[in-house]
């Protein structure tokens, strides 16, 4: 409030100035006409504007100080709004924008514990009420005290840790592992490579999702369709003779996705208690065929009627079904930025050849049919504990470590505010590695991001 008092004094200084009334030497008050009393009215009025800007204005380095929420009820919020309106507000009395309120809390001074809490400011759309006296006055005794006691109505308690960049208009993030835009509406678009839930990051899977998204305050919704990555990581990539990315080995197929993150409101304080949440994820595959496998299911040892030899006979692997629920606790102010997570799901992975075993060829041509040779069915317990670091710009690094059918270690680092480095390792502990696994897997991105 620096700001504000150093406004504040000035203002006092000009207005004493400007109507102190000068004498003659001989002691006789001059005469105002109206034209110099309208003058000081209008110079009065501007100084009072100022005054006022300034108190309506939060200082920065101190909001992290202050209680904020957004008012979620129903009744509480037609009832601020009914009082706007009859203050002679300009605000619609359907409107869905966010009702904040700006708290004090109970504060330490010369004389103890000073418990009493007062409201700062209240605002909807660009319409709001500052000071206790002013908010008081608009809403009455009875609503300011109900809304100010935060008991017995709705309500979301916000950060008060300063602003990541403020979206515009939409946030954009991409990287080797996908990327996504999202809209200031909390609607927008991903792509997705991989399958993190159960070790596989990157092109192990063979998929590629693309995605819709609903992010908004409590809810993450992510929907989308799979589809395959044709040749993509089929040979390693190398360059020169320095970094190399494994081969993946299993087949991609076309598939629906899903996964949903919604929290709970059970805790009451969750500044201080923190945030509990529960997720969930679905990935099922349609039956695939010879076209949408890569072009190794032409290769005679993936045949039904393969005779054996050498190559001996193998068989195509792809993911055919995950699914997982999970429960997430971030923990409050105590150990900001700690979080853990635990579930249990399940995976399979089907084996399939190419052609009916016997069928004869027609017309020279071979039998192309998809054959499921069987269904490798696994139980995933999920475990996973990570640590998010922000500082005043936001997100500064973070690190996690699950076990879900593989040991996955995730961590990032903020380069730039614009630019973050990923690495997401993937590794078989505690069983032996199946065939379309590699015994460890390891991939490096920068990651873009963009607020316009």
């Not at 966010?98 to 660009?126: C, H, M, W, Y």
Request: aromatic share 10%; with cysteine; hydrophobic share 40%.
């Amino acid at each position: 409030m620096k700001n504000a008092l150093f406004v504040l004094v000035l203002s006092t200084v000009f207005c004493a100035g400007a109507f102190a009334q000068p004498t003659n030497p001989q002691g006789n008050t001059p005469q105002v006409n109206w034209n110099e009393e309208l003058k000081l009215a209008q110079e009065e009025q501007r100084a009072l504007k100022n005054i006022l800007a300034a108190i309506e204005s939060i200082d920065t380095a101190r909001q992290s100080e202050l209680i904020q929420f957004v008012i979620t009820d129903r009744s509480i919020r037609s009832r601020v709004i009914s009082a706007l309106r009859k203050a002679g507000k300009n605000i619609s009395a359907s409107t869905t924008a966010d009702l904040i309120v700006t708290q004090k809390p109970a504060t330490f001074g010369e004389d103890g514990l000073n418990a009493e809490l007062d409201i700062l400011r209240i605002v909807i759309e660009s319409v709001g009420m500052y000071g206790a006296p002013t908010i008081k006055r608009i809403l009455g005794e009875d609503l300011y005290k109900k809304i100010n006691d935060r008991t017995g109505y709705e309500h979301t308690e916000i950060s008060t840790r300063p602003a990541q960049e403020k979206v515009q208009y939409a946030s954009i993030s991409a990287s080797v592992f996908g990327g996504d835009m999202v809209f200031k509406s909390g609607f927008g678009i991903g792509i997705n490579l991989g399958n993190d839930i159960i070790g596989y990051p990157f092109w192990l899977p063979g998929n590629v999702a693309i995605n819709g998204i609903i992010n908004k305050e409590k809810t993450r919704v992510v929907l989308g369709i799979n589809f395959p990555l044709g040749e993509a990581g089929i040979t390693p990539f190398q360059i020169g003779n320095g970094f190399k990315i494994k081969e993946r080995l299993l087949e991609g197929t076309q598939a629906f996705n899903a996964r949903i993150d919604q929290q709970l409101s059970i805790i009451d304080d969750e500044k201080a208690g923190g945030r509990m949440l529960v997720g969930g994820e679905l990935y099922n595959a349609f039956q695939p065929n010879i076209n949408t496998f890569s072009q190794r299911a032409l290769q005679e040892h993936y045949r039904t009627d393969y005779p054996g030899g050498v190559p001996k006979r193998d068989s195509l692997y792809w993911l055919k079904f995950s699914g997982h629920a999970w429960v997430t606790y971030h923990f409050g102010e105590a150990i900001d930025g700690l979080y853990i997570q635990a579930g249990a799901g399940m995976h399979r992975v089907t084996a399939s050849t190419i052609g009916l075993k016997g069928a004869p060829p027609v017309n020279g041509i071979r039998n192309t049919e998809v054959v499921n040779q069987k269904d490798n069915e696994y139980f995933d317990p999920l475990a996973k504990v990570g640590y998010i670091h922000t500082d005043q710009a936001g997100d500064n690094w973070g690190l996690s470590l699950q076990y879900c059918n593989t040991l996955m270690f995730e961590g990032f680092v903020r380069i730039f505010n614009w630019l973050h480095l990923t690495a997401k390792y993937s590794a078989i502990v505690g069983r032996d590695v199946r065939k379309w696994e590699h015994n460890d897997f390891v991939i490096v991105s920068p990651v873009l991001k963009l607020n316009f």
